[in-house]
């Protein structure tokens, strides 16, 4: 994940959530991995595929750096990546049958 060809990094990003969620004995800190890739990451795509990554494994953690972003100022590629964490979001709140927060409500309709 520190290739300087942006193309290699992405695909690096993917490779480490396919390990992780197949046999995750081989990276049990893959999760601390991706997060520390995407703060110092600067190509978009490859923070969008490490975001999206982060969602799958702990939505919690990508709440965090999602909180970090101004998802405006964000690229294409990133702003559907931010539109997924929301999706998610909003999908585990009714699950738990619990309210939508009004937040994610208007960052959606802002993207």
């Known amino acids: 994940m520190e290739h300087p060809h942006p193309y290699v990094r992405r695909n690096a990003v993917v490779a480490v959530l396919a390990i992780h969620r197949n ?63 929301l999706r998610r979001v909003a999908l585990t709140a009714i699950n738990g049958n619990q309210p939508v927060d009004g937040r994610l409500v208007s960052d959606l309709t802002g993207i």
């Open 23 to 85: 046999v995750d004995y081989l990276l049990p800190d893959a999760v601390e991995m991706l997060e520390a890739f995407l703060r110092a990451e600067m190509d978009s795509q490859c923070q969008r595929n490490a975001f999206l990554a982060l969602i799958q494994l702990d939505l919690d953690r990508a709440g965090a750096f999602y909180s970090t972003q101004n998802p405006l100022a964000a690229d294409a590629g990133l702003q559907g990546a931010f539109v997924e964490y």
